[in-house]
């Protein structure tokens, strides 16, 4: 546990009756990046808020790289960046970093450089009021990578972006995370983190739920694989038949499997021949896996 | 610590010059400072009196309103609109303590407002000397004037920190703003004045009135340099009170600064409690 990243023990926070996180331990490694995922008001921002000491918890324990959060030496190595921020529209970008290296101690002539790293370099110069949604954000991240961080926080960094710009902030995580930092990440778009992180934490409602690899959680979750079959013009009830189960659903048959079963299914799919047209084979997404554990929380709640 | 407060100090200099908050502020205090000098001291000529010096008599009366407002617009965003726009959760997991963070935007809005005062005020200054209408005399009113409306301004951004770290949103911030410069620029003058006239002779008049004035920093502000011109038979007023004070005006300088200092102290012990 020594040379974690963040600890967190126990952690609970109330706010009046509500608790808004309850009783969550984890702990982070160096170059991990995890996200933690959870529906609005599960927790998240709460969580994050307390480990850069922004908020005190009612009980358990937090420790940023063995400090505690919001300690001068915990903020030294913290980055973060919130999920919605409006930069003053009159700066341009590179004053905007030079401004963040200033205050973290940090050299302000790399501003350039860092700007470069986010694709901002032509716009450097430029008005932030004259950025687009993903150049500010993207300038949020050029500010989160000032001075090397050790472990960044990021709450939603993607959301509101177009697929490319996604692409591009998880190419610069996982640099970030080639160089030892951890990186913890809030999100709702769970598909695109798929084979973007390296583990995946639940909130739901205050707990958490799941704390695992995304393999590892599907595995876990035990969620059948979906199989829609296209048949033939009214071949459909014959199908259904011959398939031992399924909906129909006009000129189509779903079906779920379990993992071991799905060669076999898959096979017998092929031998009816020509009455089938087409297979959609659905693995379980994350969405899937995310609603799984969720669901499964709140009705043991 | 030095260099954070500077580099927070320099941001906000920089946002005024850039969104030209600098130069609404020293256009308008040119504006009316050179209406005042042009046209309010025609008659001073047969008083035999230096009409720079006049002039800053009429300056004092103006400040007393501008410098307020021009304060309170400078400083009630400066938490609560950071909070609203999420740079404060940014800036605030940086290393820096939230009181280098106060220190920096009071300096940063405090050189803003300087530099209004200066150049707005030093343009009628400019206009009276070069027209022969000034002396050197003139000249250090005129200093003592820029001088104390920078800490009566110091005091009024304490203020509208106060407001700031109390309210979560700028538009609630903005209106406590608007009400705080009504109530100490006009509302208390107005009560001052009524009990006043209710009571010309009684105990209000004589004990309390002088030492209400001294509490409010627009009315110590506009007292202390009134009675420093010795103007009161020019302008009348106010001014009049001067020379009937049981203290020295000096002491009205005082409570200009301890005002601001404890305003600002205030401010500082709010910030603390704030999550961003």
């Not at chain 1, 011959?242 to 092929?270: F, P, W």
């Not at chain 1, 799984?292 to 043991?300: L, M, Y």
């Not at chain 2, 000034?134 to 301004?153: E, M, N």
Request: with cysteine.
């Amino acid at each position: 546990m020594t040379n974690s990243t963040l600890t967190v023990q126990s952690v609970t926070k109330r706010f009046k009756s509500h608790i808004a996180v309850d009783r969550v331990s984890f702990a982070l490694r160096p170059g991990e990046r995890v996200a933690l995922l959870g529906h609005n008001g599960a927790g998240k921002t709460t969580l994050f808020k307390m480990a850069l000491g922004f908020l005190k918890r009612d009980e358990g324990d937090i420790a940023v790289m063995g400090a505690a959060p919001g300690s001068n030496s915990a903020r030294r190595v913290t980055a973060y960046l919130p999920e919605s921020v409006a930069f003053p529209a009159a700066l341009t970008g590179e004053e905007i970093v030079r401004f963040y290296a200033r205050l973290k101690g940090a050299n302000a002539g790399g501003a350039l450089e860092l700007l470069e790293r986010v694709g901002l370099e032509d716009a450097a110069r430029r008005r932030v009021g004259t950025y687009s949604k993903g150049m500010r954000q993207r300038l949020g991240l050029a500010q989160a990578l000032i001075g090397k961080p050790k472990f960044v926080l990021l709450d939603e960094p993607t959301t509101g972006l177009d697929p490319i710009s996604r692409q591009n902030v998880y190419e610069l995580i996982g640099e970030v995370a080639e160089q030892g930092a951890t990186v913890l990440l809030s999100s709702h778009a769970l598909t695109e983190l798929e084979a973007r992180t390296d583990r995946i934490l639940i909130l739901s409602k205050g707990q958490l739920v799941a704390d695992d690899e995304l393999g590892t959680l599907r595995a876990q979750a035990g969620l059948p694989i979906r199989l829609k079959v296209w048949t033939k013009p009214g071949a459909v009830r014959e199908v259904a038949e011959q398939l031992g189960a399924g909906k129909m659903n006009g000129t189509s048959v779903e079906l779920d499997c379990g993992l071991d079963d799905k060669v076999r299914t898959l096979s017998a799919i092929s031998a009816l021949g020509n009455l089938v047209e087409d297979v959609d084979v659905h693995a379980p997404s994350l969405d899937d896996v995310y609603r799984h554990f969720s669901n499964t929380a709140q009705k043991e709640a | 610590m030095l260099s954070r407060v500077l580099t927070i100090a320099a941001q906000e200099i920089r946002i005024g010059i850039r969104n030209r908050w600098i130069l609404l502020a020293t256009l308008i205090l040119a504006v009316f400072s050179l209406a005042l000098a042009l046209l309010g001291s025609a008659p001073a000529g047969s008083l035999g009196v230096d009409r720079l010096t006049i002039t800053v008599a009429s300056l004092a009366s103006l400040s007393v309103y501008l410098v307020p407002l021009i304060a309170l617009l400078l400083a009630f965003d400066a938490i609560c609109g950071e909070i609203e726009r999420g740079t404060l959760l940014m800036t605030f997991s940086c290393p820096i303590s939230r009181p280098e963070f106060l220190l920096g935007k009071a300096i940063g809005h405090t050189l803003v407002l300087t530099f209004a005062l200066v150049i707005g005020y030093g343009m009628t200054a400019a206009l009276l000397v070069s027209t022969g209408t000034g002396s050197l005399a003139g000249l250090a009113d005129f200093s003592r004037l820029i001088a104390t409306s920078v800490l009566l301004g110091v005091c009024f951004l304490a203020i509208g920190y106060v407001l700031s770290s109390l309210t979560r949103q700028s538009g609630t911030a903005a209106a406590a703003a608007i009400a705080a410069w009504l109530v100490l620029v006009v509302l208390y003058d107005l009560a001052l004045l009524g009990a006043l006239v209710a009571n010309p002779s009684g105990i209000f008049a004589s004990q309390v009135f002088p030492y209400a004035v001294l509490l409010n920093p627009a009315d110590a502000f506009r007292l202390f340099n009134l009675a420093a011109l010795g103007a009161s038979d020019l302008v009348g007023g106010m001014a009049g009170v001067s020379e009937a004070l049981p203290f020295d005006p000096v002491l009205a300088l005082a409570s200009l600064v301890l005002f601001a200092g404890m305003a600002l102290t205030a401010s500082a012990v709010l910030i603390r409690r704030i999550t961003p």
